[in-house]
């Protein structure tokens, strides 16, 4: 139980990575507030439902934890702050922010639509200044807390067709070392996350905006990383493992870093 006491933040929580960090968190003794938009956006694939995110937060009680869910817009500074003063009236604080929510879009720079590039800005990075802004300021009256955001693989060896979501990813993680540096007298970790291919959401989004089936999809994707095949099937569980890693005191001397779960993806 080494969160035992601490509240962890969980954006895109209604189902997929999200929901999975959710549930390794709460196994280690945090208390949970699940967020997510619980709607579509235009022009990406379909996102996570407001009964997937009821029934993640119900598995999460079953399970013993303390949870709440939350149906909120990270691009929207109003909703962000509304959901963080949330938090702290029904769980008491926020030690861990899990700045999970993305969407990805298959365009060719020359084709890219200003809706679509507004979309993979708007919520890959304006979403998680939006939620970091209202929580900073909570840990640091506390002196303690743990960022982990959600960057990708396609940020440090990119992608073609994938340029705004790379971009978008690209931008996290540097403004992570920034803001590792900016918090670290109040005893902030911020670091990153950067999965490899996995099932998910985005993947069976991505699947069909190739035309392609979601295997063959998948068996593309993987074919950046160093593991294929089998050795190569990076799980959600592995990326949540590192999550929980990260949010613990285990990992106190760890700040500013990408810490990559993606099968060699980054050094190919």
């Known amino acids: 139980m080494k969160l035992e006491g601490r509240v962890a933040l969980v954006t895109g929580a209604a189902r997929g990575q999200g929901a999975s960090h959710a549930k390794h968190l709460a196994a280690e003794g945090a208390k949970i507030a699940a967020l997510d938009l619980c709607q579509d956006i235009p022009l990406i694939y379909p996102l996570g439902t407001r ?9 999460l009680r079953h399970s ?12 929207s500074a109003e909703q962000m702050e509304a959901a963080v003063a949330r938090t702290v009236e029904e769980l008491g604080g926020i030690d861990i922010l899990c700045n999970n929510a993305g969407v990805c879009i298959v365009e060719g720079v020359d084709e890219i639509s200003s809706d679509s590039l507004d979309a993979m800005i708007d919520v890959n990075v304006k979403g998680v200044f939006n939620t970091i802004r209202f929580v900073v300021p909570l840990m640091k009256e506390q002196r303690w807390g743990k960022i982990i955001n959600t960057t990708s693989a396609a940020a440090q060896n990119a992608v073609p067709y994938l340029s705004a979501y790379c971009a978008a990813k690209g931008a996290v993680m540097i403004a992570t070392q ?5 918090l670290g007298e109040w005893g902030i970790n911020v ?7 996995i099932f998910s959401g985005m993947t069976t989004g ?3 905006q190739l035309g392609l089936e979601v295997e063959d999809a998948y068996q593309k994707f993987m074919e950046q990383q160093v593991f294929k095949g089998e050795r190569g099937q990076v799980q959600r569980e592995d990326i949540s493992k590192m999550v929980v890693y990260l949010a613990s005191e285990d990992a106190r001397m760890i700040t500013g870093q990408n810490c990559a779960v993606d099968a060699g993806w980054g050094i190919t």
Do not use: H
Not at 178 to 182: D, G, Q, T
């Open 51 to 59: 009964d997937e995110l009821d029934a993640t937060v119900a598995e």
């Open 64 to 75: 013993g934890a303390e949870a709440i869910a939350i149906e909120a817009d990270v691009r």
């Open 178 to 182: 920034s803001w590792a540096r900016e």
């Open 191 to 197: 670091n990153s996350v950067s999965p490899g291919t």
């Open 206 to 208: 991505l699947a069909a």
